[in-house]
């Protein structure tokens, strides 16, 4: 293991495995994402110098109830088991883990499939482009990352943060009313 790999600490993968004592967690994908994020925000420090965490905070401030996923993927059910059964050696996992999961509750489907990995279907993201600060819509393949524009073609505009997209952005970029 390399140094840049922290070992996720004994003491918050208790912490977060305690909100299973919470009744609420699995009651609905909007209770899931409420809690999570809530502890999310509260164990930052710990968190927040991980890669991974780039990709994970543009999610924790949305209002959940304008993004949530009409199509997760995760179970309610199986989230005991997937999520908090099995401790991650490192902190990159772990908030690769919550970020992945977090993904999946506000992603919103093109309906158009990823060109590489073909039965995938795309997201719609917003990429907010670090070096210009514009803000684009645009489709993002969850499993291999490829990035287009929003017409099919490759998108490459450079480091950019990205941030979820609903209904409303995609029809406000479109142009649809
Ligand atoms: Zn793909």
């Known amino acids: 293991m390399q140094d840049f790999e922290k070992t996720l600490d004994a003491f918050i993968w208790e912490d977060f495995k305690s909100l299973m004592s919470n009744p609420l967690?699995?009651?609905s994908y909007v209770d899931y994402f409420l809690?999570?994020?809530?502890?999310?925000?509260?164990?930052?420090a710990g968190l927040e110098y991980s890669v991974y965490w780039n990709r994970l905070s543009p999610i924790l401030d949305v209002?959940?109830?304008d993004y949530i996923?009409?199509?997760?993927?995760?179970?309610?059910?199986l989230e005991s088991k997937r999520m908090f059964n099995l401790k991650p050696d490192?902190?990159?996992?772990?908030?690769?883990?919550?970020?992945?999961?977090?993904?999946?509750?506000?992603k919103l489907r093109s309906g158009k499939d990823c060109p590489r990995c073909k039965d995938d279907e795309l997201n719609y993201v917003v990429a907010?482009?670090?070096?210009?600060?514009?803000?684009?819509?645009?489709?993002?393949c969850d499993?291999?990352?490829?990035?287009?524009?929003?017409?099919?073609?490759?998108?490459?505009?450079?480091v950019a943060i990205i941030h979820p997209a609903n209904e409303?952005?995609?029809?406000?970029y479109l142009g649809v009313n």
């Open 25 to 27: 967690l699995f009651n």
């Open 69 to 77: 996923s009409k199509e997760p993927e995760i179970l309610l059910d």
């Open 35 to 44: 809690i999570l994020v809530d502890w999310i925000k509260k164990n930052k």
């Open 90 to 106: 490192t902190v990159d996992s772990f908030v690769m883990r919550l970020g992945d999961t977090l993904w999946d509750l506000v």
């Open 128 to 140: 907010e482009v670090l070096k210009t600060a514009e803000k684009k819509l645009i489709l993002e």
């Open 63 to 65: 209002d959940i109830y």
């Open 168 to 172: 409303s952005i995609v029809n406000k």
């Open 143 to 158: 499993t291999c990352g490829r990035t287009l524009n929003s017409d099919g073609t490759e998108w490459s505009d450079g």
